[in-house]
């Protein structure tokens, strides 16, 4: 069976610092990946998405960015954070003759003081 | 522009009981829906989802229906259990060559009470 992982399940950070978060999917290959973030009393915003090692398309202008470094890794960054960084972040992954339904991992909650 | 609205932020039913969670959308392109379930804290737990060529979808206590002519889906669970309390999302893809990337409401609090 499939399974994602997603670490850390908390941060906490200060403003100006550097961030990565890293996703991992067993028991599936070539998945297509995705990063979402949930703000207070907000639902789920796509942030990036990728089809393939390498294969990397944003949908929100911001201070983050991503890397899908093998085939199933997704890593969300940033050089410097921003107080609005703050929020619950999540990875999902989706494959096999389901790629329309997208699973989703335990979130990662970033607090950036 | 929210193309995915669950316009009831909030919803309380007694246990037992028939939980109808409400969901609307703009986009005409959108053919495939699904519904999610959140816990606090935790990541999303996929429910069930419908084709746009279906009207209804059921699974055990949950059932989906879909009326394209109004834009509207919903979701009922019955019989309702303490243990549904949760969020709510509704969730909605336009396919083929939307690379799968889903459109979320913004969620609807269920309590169920005792």
């Known amino acids: 069976s499939q399974t994602i992982h997603q670490w850390p399940a908390t941060l906490v950070q200060p403003v100006g610092s550097p961030l990565s978060l890293e996703c991992t999917v067993e028991g599936t290959s070539n998945p297509n990946l995705y990063w979402y973030r949930q703000a207070a009393g907000r639902g789920l915003q796509l942030l990036f998405y990728s089809v393939g090692i390498g294969q990397i398309s944003s949908e929100v202008p911001q201070n983050l960015s991503a890397s899908r470094p093998q085939d199933r890794q997704f890593i969300l960054s940033s050089k410097k954070l921003l107080l609005s960084d703050s929020g619950f972040y999540l990875c999902?992954?989706?494959?096999?003759?389901?790629?329309?339904?997208?699973?989703f991992g335990p979130g990662t909650r970033l607090l950036v003081l | 522009d929210q193309q995915v609205k669950q316009n009831s932020p909030s919803l309380s039913v007694q246990e037992g009981r028939i939980s109808i969670l409400n969901c609307d959308y703009t986009n005409s392109m959108f053919d495939y829906f699904l519904w999610y379930k959140k816990y606090p804290a935790e990541g999303p737990t996929f429910l069930i989802s419908i084709s746009s060529i279906k009207d209804k979808n059921e699974d055990g206590r949950f059932t989906v229906f879909l009326n394209k002519s109004a834009k509207h889906l919903s979701l009922h669970i019955v019989p309702s259990q303490p243990g549904d309390s949760a969020v709510y999302f509704c969730?909605?893809?336009?396919?083929?060559?939307?690379?799968?990337?889903?459109?979320f409401g913004k969620g609807t609090l269920l309590t169920v009470n005792p």
């Open positions: 969730a909605a893809s336009a396919l083929p060559g939307s690379n799968y990337k889903l459109t």
């Open positions: 999902a992954w989706s494959g096999g003759r389901q790629l329309e339904t997208q699973y």
